[in-house]
């Protein structure tokens, strides 16, 4: 028997970068989770994924919207991932952002973004495997990623010192 408390301190010496997945729904309102389980998949075709919990109230709702944005942080949006890593009614409440082309929320100062359509959906122990099959994508030339590791937040620089 694993214990969870090991399992999540062994797999926590893994560093990940930190995204937002965003969403806008057929009425309008806008959906937001964070997520360091995303990966690059494929480059042909090109896929990218990340693994929602199934205890997200976020990613069904994404989920139902049939496409998302991934939104990749920066090392100075600690906050903005503080925001959409806690449970919230409305995440994006006086908050201002662009839109991707497909009209997906672009958070300002990400250091990239992935316009995806949801291509797959697997079930896989407590969480779900989501595939996205990317239509646009584009980057910022500066700026740092916010980096976690150890159940801790960092940047470059810290990690470098
Ligand atoms: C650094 C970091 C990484 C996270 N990675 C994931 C992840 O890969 N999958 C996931 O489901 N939740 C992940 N979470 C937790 C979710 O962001 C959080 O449980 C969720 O936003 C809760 O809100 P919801 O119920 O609206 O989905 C992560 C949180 C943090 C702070």
Redesign the pocket.
Known sequence: MIDPRHFRDVLGTYP?G?CVITAVDAAGKRHG?????FSSISLDPPLVG????K?????PLIADCGRFCVNVLGAEQLEL?KR????AEDKFADLAHGLTPAGMPLLDQALAWLDCTIERITDIGD?LLVVGAVEALGKRDEGTPLL?FRGGYHDLACLAG
């Open positions: 990940t930190v989770l964070v997520v360091g389980s990340f693994f929602p919990d205890k997200s109230s976020s990613w991932c959409f890593a806690a449970k969480h976690f």
